[in-house]
């Protein structure tokens, strides 16, 4: 197959070498020369510096990795050629546009897919294996924790200039995150929420650095999630309090916790010490071409995005109004 990977940043490039793994045919569209001709001279694939160039090529797929502003415009184009999508979290950081992209999708028949890897992680497929079987039974409860601090994201850029630290770009914690979608993923639909959101610290950035939500499920459950960008070291925590037991997972530990009050024992599920985070990111490029292919449905289709995108501006929107908020879903 062939691809198209828009935007040739750090996830753009480990897009790109996982397909050349993989024996992909792959081009890149860059729009900053040193950039391009870094990628071009190491990879050995065409770098366009412009997409109008880029599209006048064939390809099965393309995997929209610029930054957030541009996801849908740059969707909708790419749709337009009736090219498959990938497209890198958020689906974008409004809603204005998506429901245009979603007729395209529709009409060209497309196949969607969002950028979700962890739902590709060892850990996290066991944790939504084992609320799948109720082995904590109802969960009542939950509690969500990610934070890192931002200058170490990309250490050796200037996370000044990153797109994290852009309100124009449509960064910010809660775009940042994938940790609604997740959610929604192990449990259901987000109803309602509210939350807390503001820069805080003493970084160089105009989004948002620290987010305090809690939220509702369908199902009447509810957790709070907290994101940031000021947290030393990296953190990445799930915890699960059900009727029946609890359900824990911390990055650190490297772990799944399973307690159940049946016989009031903890069970541990340690991760292979020498596990590669690229794994995740192999099988979720792996799973694209399965769906390509016919033979997976999407983990994560555009509908879905919508659905994540929504809970986000609605956190935004509480943020700014100071209450709970509704979230409204379409019928589809």
Known sequence: MKFLIIGGGSIGKRHLNNLLSLSQKVAVVEPIKPKADEIEKKYKVK????????????YNAAIICNPNIYHIPTAIRVA???IHLFIEKPLSDSLGGVGDLIELVQKNRLLTFMGSNFKFHPSFKLMKKLLGKNAIGKVLSFTVITGQYLPDWHPWEDYRKGYSANRFLGGGVLLDSHEFDYIQWFLGPIKRIACFAGKYSDLHIDTEDIAEAVVELEDKSIGNVHLDYIQHPYRRSYYFYGEKGTLEWSHREKSVLLYEVRNRKWRYFKE?????????YLKEIKHFLNVLR?????????YEAKQVLEVILAAKESSRLKHFINIKRDKK
Do not use: C, F, H, R
């Not at 366009?48 to 090529?57: G, W």
């Not at 292979?272 to 995740?280: H, S, T």
């Open 47 to 58: 770098v366009y510096l412009k997409l109008n160039e880029a599209l006048m090529e064939e």
């Open 80 to 82: 337009q050629k009736g």
């Open 272 to 280: 292979d010490k020498d596990y590669d985070p690229n794994q995740m």
């Open 294 to 302: 016919g033979k997976e449905k999407s983990i994560t289709n555009i």
